[in-house]
C-alpha cells in the first residue's frame, strides 16, 4: 500500500482471519502509535503472530476477522472465546480491533464488529463483549455505535 492518503475504501470485504494475514496485522499494527494506540491494545497481537508461526493449517475458530479493500488488509478484529469465568455468560471477547488510518470513518471497524456477531450467531453463540479501560473513551464511543452496552460488572484489584 502507498503511503498516500486514500480517502475512499471502494468495495470492503471482511472475512475471517488466516495465517497468512500474520504480516498484514503486523504492518497494520506497527502503523498505531502513541495516542492513537488505546490503553486497552495489549501483547495480544504478539501472541497471534507467534501463534501464526506455528504452523501451515488453518487457525482454530475465534472469530477473528480482516477487511480487505483492493489494496490489501485495511482493518483487523482480533477475538477470542470468553469462557463461562467472571460471572460472565460464554461468548467471544473482542481483544483488538483496529483499522488502518487513513480508512477511518467509513463504517470498516462497524463491519468487523458485524462479521464477528454474524460469525458468532452461526456457531451458536450468544454473546460478544469487549473490555475497555475508563479513559479509552473513543473507543467506548466506538463500541456504542456499533450496539455494545456497559455490563453491570465491576473489577476489583488489590496490590499482590
Ligand atoms: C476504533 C477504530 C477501530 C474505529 O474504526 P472505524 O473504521 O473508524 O470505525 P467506524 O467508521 O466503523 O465507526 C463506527 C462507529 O464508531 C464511532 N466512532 C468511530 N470512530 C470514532 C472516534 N474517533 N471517536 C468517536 N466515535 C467514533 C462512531 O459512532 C461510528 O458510528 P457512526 O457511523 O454513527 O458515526 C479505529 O479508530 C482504530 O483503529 N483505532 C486505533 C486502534 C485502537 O486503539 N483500537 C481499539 C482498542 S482494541
Redesign the pocket.
Known amino acids: 500500500m502507498s503511503d498516500a492518503a486514500i480517502a475512499e475504501a471502494g468495495p470492503v470485504t471482511v472475512r475471517r482471519l488466516q495465517r497468512d494475514d500474520a504480516e498484514a496485522v503486523r504492518e497494520l499494527d506497527s502503523l498505531?502509535l502513541g495516542e492513537?494506540?488505546?490503553t486497552?491494545?495489549a501483547e495480544y497481537i504478539e501472541r497471534f503472530l507467534a501463534f501464526s508461526r506455528l504452523g501451515t493449517h488453518a487457525l482454530p475458530w475465534s472469530g477473528s476477522q480482516v477487511a480487505e479493500v483492493e489494496e490489501g488488509v485495511v482493518?483487523f478484529l482480533l477475538a477470542e472465546r470468553q469462557s463461562s469465568g467472571y460471572g460472565l455468560p460464554p461468548g467471544v471477547r473482542?481483544?483488538?480491533?483496529?483499522?488502518h488510518p487513513d480508512?477511518?470513518?467509513?463504517?470498516?471497524?462497524?463491519?468487523l464488529v458485524e462479521a464477528l456477531r454474524a460469525d458468532s450467531k452461526r456457531q451458536g453463540i450468544k454473546h460478544i463483549y469487549s473490555v475497555l479501560q475508563d479513559r479509552?473513551e473513543?473507543?467506548a464511543?466506538?463500541l456504542?455505535?456499533?450496539g455494545f452496552e456497559s455490563a453491570p460488572v465491576k473489577v476489583f484489584v488489590a496490590e499482590a
Open positions: 498505531i492513537d494506540r488505546s486497552t491494545w482493518g473482542v481483544v483488538a480491533i483496529a483499522v480508512f477511518r470513518q467509513q463504517g470498516i471497524g462497524r463491519k479509552d473513543r473507543d464511543e466506538f456504542r455505535g456499533c
